[in-house]
């Protein structure tokens, strides 16, 4: 790889290495000393235009696990609040070395055009960009999905592994969600069946060129006994005939939409409940259903991390070129053998 922008980016053997080299660097997280010295004289930028602690902090973490040097970008109080544009902004970072740019930006297509206009010449991770694509929580995504339910439920050796028969219902707000676009190309790719279930209101224009079946009824969708449920992240401010009145209250849209107890009983007992956060408790997940066991919510956090970490070992260390002292902190694969791109 020489840039994350989409994950259409990803042919299905890409994407499993991605994941195979994710459980690897799970796996050395796990350990007392959990820094590898793999990065170590790299630079990794987070260029954040848009607010964000999650996935800023998931990036910024998974760099320093890396012993890369890490630059914290934020738009606001910065330059950028006094009119600098993207493209000075770029260069500068440029001329401080940087070797990776993980970019954030509310307009579709930013991270498109800062890798390829010629402005950086470092890796330009995509860290979501508008409505268009957020390919790193689609990985961590995957990388989730395929520890509980390929493999024996994640009792036996999943390396290689694609979701290949896996049925995943994707539930909310589809129009705005970039979560929803990566994660319906990623799933496709890696063999999985997707159900896109909305509102009319909140289906996009064109939506059934996509590799997705879509419903309006979750109570239908449920009933087929999907093998996981992804929750979507409603905005409030989209109630509101201001901001397009896409639904009449949160009340109706709950009771359409909404995943609480009595739904959850609905799904097969090996069944599993994504979100990508933050959350919403009791507009579009119930607090019964955040908290249920069945719920991995807060272990996407931690993979979130071993996910980046492989994207950024990748793209970053992907030469095959270590030093003794990497080789040794470099996971291993199951063969012995050690992960290059």
Do not use: C
Not at 94 to 99: L, V
């Amino acid at each position: 790889m020489r840039h994350l922008l989409s994950a259409a980016d990803l042919s299905r053997d890409e994407a499993v290495h991605v994941l195979d080299t994710s459980a690897q660097m799970a796996a050395t997280q796990a350990r007392e000393i959990k820094k590898l010295p793999t990065l170590r004289g790299r630079t990794v930028v987070n260029l954040f235009f848009e607010d964000s602690t999650r996935t800023r902090i998931s990036f910024e973490t998974a760099a320093k696990r890396l012993s890369a040097d890490v630059i914290n970008f934020s738009a606001k109080g910065s330059s950028v609040s006094k009119g600098e544009s993207l493209k000075d902004t770029a260069l500068t970072l440029q001329a401080m070395g940087a070797d990776a740019v993980v970019v954030r930006h509310q307009a579709s297509g930013a991270p498109h055009t800062l890798a390829h206009a010629g402005w950086t010449h470092g890796a330009v991770v995509n860290a979501g960009d508008g409505t268009h694509q957020h390919p790193t929580q689609a990985l961590l995504d995957a990388y989730t999905l395929r520890r509980h339910l390929v493999g024996d439920g994640g009792r036996s050796d999943v390396t290689g592994r694609d979701l290949a028969g896996v049925h995943v219902a994707v539930v909310g707000d589809v129009l705005h969600s970039r979560v929803a676009r990566s994660n319906v190309q990623l799933l496709h790719t890696l063999g999985a069946r997707v159900t896109l279930v909305a509102p009319p209101t909140l289906v996009p224009v064109g939506v059934h060129a996509w590799p997705a079946q879509v419903s309006y009824d979750l109570d239908a969708t449920l009933a087929q006994q999907p093998d996981a449920v992804m929750m979507l992240r409603v905005q409030r401010e989209r109630m509101s005939s201001a901001g397009g009145g896409f639904f009449p209250s949160a009340v109706e849209y709950t009771r359409g939409y909404g995943l609480d107890a009595r739904r959850l009983r609905l799904l097969p007992d090996h069944a599993v409940v994504l979100h990508p956060g933050p959350m919403n408790r009791g507009l579009e997940i119930s607090a019964d259903a955040a908290d249920s066991p069945r719920a991995v919510i807060v272990e996407q956090v931690a993979n979130g991390v071993a996910v980046r970490m492989a994207v950024l070992y990748l793209l970053l260390a992907g030469d095959g070129r270590t030093t003794n002292d990497e080789a040794r902190a470099t996971p291993a694969r199951t063969d012995g053998t050690r992960v290059h791109a």
